[in-house]
């Protein structure tokens, strides 16, 4: 459908990157509010701009002078020795967003994972009424993506800091920058997860903002089941394994994914025999070894959408042992392609993955009981099918690009009125 003369207001939305987890939630947001008849274009840092209204901001070429103050934050990060390990931005460097935002124009911004597009400073500074979705919690931290601290609900005070950190603070230095900066912004945010919703809510920087829980839309038309033979057959893998499905950025070396709880697990199926039928399928890394006794077929880095819902719809059980998450795409996709899902209860897992209803769960970060809900879907192919059928109905009922795009609009519209009646 052409945009160009759609009803409603235009939007253009901002995120740093156009295929990784959180770029990916930012490409189907903008791709359902496309098909719902607005005029939306979404800009990027990191990506291809191959599909029709995704735009690059700064061609790879002329990344280096950023490509270099990034870095420096990187190292300068390396000064702050933490005990909670994970993924951390500072935010210092003022991205080429503001200016690329400012050139498109539209009547709604919609922010997306922002790190390197745009700075801590470049935020209040973008004029258009301002929807922000969050992909995980670093709006509301420091420089942390994800944490298990208090800090966000608390604020970032010396007492607070978590156990074993040593050198500067940076993640307290931040956050006090958000504070600063971020005094007075009141976009309307919205989050995939009730559970990110709910600490955008009790966090100091978010408490007063208007948070919605809206899930990342797919079209389950085409993330569906499919010929499960012929998909092996072409993928080369084994007609008559169970396979199960591991599926994420930074696979092996992302502590927040778990794949050293998948591996634990793995051993005690392993000294069970439930090797000798089930082969296992990674998505995200190359390499070649087995795991714990299991065949592994990796599958690496794919980009390629079409080839994930072929992978995808080629395994029976997609397994997500996060120790921490926020609403992981992959979850949503295994499910609505028919694959019995195992999950941990944590983050925003639970909202697709109902224990004994629409999948399994286990508690975050236990290995054995993880081992004892894979063994009961691997031994009872019954339990599968009636599992996997009811995961497919709650993506398509939960994800339906339709009904998010409507809420969306709602959104929009929203930001708009409140805007035209704020006093000038």
């Given at each position: 459908m052409s945009t160009d003369a759609a009803p409603g207001p235009s939007v253009v939305h901002a995120a740093t990157h156009e295929h990784t987890g959180a770029g990916t939630s930012a490409v189907r947001i903008h791709r359902a509010v496309a098909k719902a008849g607005l005029r939306s274009r979404l800009l990027v840092l990191h990506g291809t701009g191959a599909e029709p209204g995704i735009e690059v901001v700064v061609p790879p070429r002329r990344r280096l002078p950023l490509d270099l103050m990034l870095r420096a934050e990187n190292a300068l990060l390396r000064l702050q020795q933490s005990s909670e390990a994970g993924y951390r931005s500072l935010?210092?460097?003022r991205g080429p967003g503001l200016a690329a935002l400012r050139r498109r124009g539209a009547d709604v911004v919609h922010l997306h994972w922002i790190p390197g597009l745009l700075g801590v400073a470049d935020v209040p500074r973008i004029a258009p009424p301002l929807v922000w979705s969050f992909h995980d919690q670093w709006p509301m931290c420091g420089a942390e993506h994800y944490t298990a601290s208090a800090r966000p609900r608390e604020g970032y005070v010396p007492r607070n800091r978590v156990p074993g950190s040593r050198g500067l603070d940076?993640?307290?230095?931040?956050?006090?920058?958000k504070r600063t900066r971020w005094r007075g912004l009141a976009p309307i945010v919205t989050c995939s997860s009730r559970w990110l919703a709910d600490e955008a809510r009790a966090s100091v920087l978010f408490s007063g903002c208007e948070v919605h829980v809206v899930p990342t839309p797919l079209d389950t038309a085409l993330w569906r089941p499919q010929d499960r033979a012929a998909l092996r057959s072409r993928l080369g893998l084994p007609p008559e394994r169970t396979l199960i499905l591991f599926s994420a950025w930074g696979l092996t070396t992302d502590l927040r994914k778990g794949f050293h709880v998948l591996s634990a697990a793995l051993a005690r199926l392993a000294a069970r025999g439930l090797d000798a039928e089930t082969d296992l399928v990674f998505v995200g890394e190359a390499g070649h070894e087995r795991v714990q006794g299991f065949t592994a077929h990796w599958m690496g880095h794919v980009g390629d959408e079409a080839l994930v819902r072929a992978i995808c719809a080629?395994?029976?059980?997609?397994?997500?042992?996060?120790?921490?998450?926020?609403?992981p795409n992959a979850l949503a996709e295994g499910m609505a392609?028919?694959?019995?899902?195992?999950?941990?209860?944590?983050?925003?897992?639970?909202?697709?993955?109902?224990?004994?209803?629409?999948?399994l769960l286990a508690p975050p970060g236990n290995a054995e009981r993880l081992a004892e809900q894979l063994a009961l879907v691997i031994r009872d192919a019954g339990l599968r099918a009636r599992l996997a059928e009811a995961g497919r109905s709650a993506v398509v009922h939960a994800c339906d690009e339709r009904t998010i795009a409507a809420r969306y609009l709602e959104l929009y519209r929203l930001a708009l009125a409140r805007r035209s009646a704020a006093p000038r």
């Open positions: 935010g210092y460097v940076l993640d307290r230095w931040v956050w006090e920058r080629a395994c029976d059980v997609i397994a997500l042992p996060s120790l921490q998450d926020n609403y392609c028919g694959l019995a899902a195992v999950g941990s209860d944590t983050g925003g897992i639970p909202d697709l993955v109902q224990d004994g209803k629409t999948g």
